[in-house]
């Protein structure tokens, strides 16, 4: 697909009979907004709490960029793919870019949040193999997050993760007593214990993640370990929604 496709978040995307969307290619913009007569927008959100010429997207060749024309409001623009990931387009930003392949732009009103939702062109990567030094006496990189999807630890790590895997404006870090249960649903492996569990997000701050929470001793460090580890995997994409799968089904 060689263009952005831009609707509102309540309308279904279908073959351009059903729901108001946009089709718009590299070079071309989109206003939204409430419109009025002599602010022609193309796409109208008739909320009264949004401005009458809100913002623009634009459609560049690998990504799309957002301007914010509100001089008081905030844009956020959620990642739908991502645990989370979102990036805030400031009042009055001039085209900011926007890296999602499909994503949501909340525009806050009195009476909740409206949104559009762009579906943009996937990205392009690098052949395999480029950067690499060919011959037998280089040196490898060591990776920064060496995690086997196999092991037990992973899927404790899906566990913490899997509130905003789930909805990515969840606060939400299970405890390890609720990671025990969700994990005890799983007949393929051995039931894990609170000690097991809390041993595997040890483990994952000391030696895969290779986190430093908060060093002091009491009640708040063990929340302040799973909240560093779900935050650092989902900054860095260790864990993404494929991964729920490891998980038994719930109930």
């Not at 991502?82 to 930003?93: C, K, N, Q, S």
């Not at 999602?100 to 949501?104: I, S, T």
């Given at each position: 697909m ?21 089709k718009?290619?590299a ?9 009025a ?21 634009a ?5 799309w960029?957002?301007t ?13 793919e ?12 001039l085209?900011?870019?926007?890296p ?5 732009i ?58 905003r895997?789930?909805?990515?404006t969840s ?23 609170s000690a ?10 000391r ?22 580890l779900?935050?650092v995997?989902?900054?860095?994409g ?8 490891l998980l038994?089904?719930?109930?």
């Open positions: 060689s263009y952005l496709v831009v609707q509102k978040s309540s309308e279904p995307i279908d073959t351009g009979e059903a729901g108001e969307h946009h718009i290619v070079g071309q913009t989109l206003t939204f907004g409430r419109g007569p002599g602010i022609d927008v193309d796409l109208v959100l008739s909320n009264p709490g949004i401005s009458r010429l809100a913002g623009e997207i459609a560049v060749s690998d990504h960029t957002l914010n024309f509100s001089s008081t409001r905030s844009y956020v623009v959620d990642n739908i991502g645990g989370g990931e979102h990036v805030r387009v400031a009042p009055r930003r085209a900011a870019p926007i999602f392949e499909l994503a949501r909340v525009l806050p009103t009195p009476t909740g949040g409206c949104g559009i939702t762009v579906f943009a062109p996937g990205h392009a990567f690098v052949a395999s193999g480029v950067g690499r030094v060919s011959g037998s006496n280089s040196e490898p990189t060591v990776d920064a997050f060496s995690l086997d999807e196999s092991a037990r630890y992973f899927q404790v790590l899906v566990a913490l993760c899997e509130p895997l789930r909805d990515a606060a939400v870090v299970p405890t390890t007593t609720q990671v025990v249960e969700r994990l005890g649903f799983d007949r393929r492996q051995p039931t894990l214990t097991g569990v809390t041993y595997h997000i040890d483990y994952l701050a030696y895969k993640l290779r986190t430093r929470p908060l060093e002091q001793s009491g009640a708040g460090r063990g929340t302040a370990k799973r909240d560093t779900v935050a995997a989902l900054r860095f260790l864990v993404g929604p494929e991964h729920l799968a038994p089904p719930r109930r």
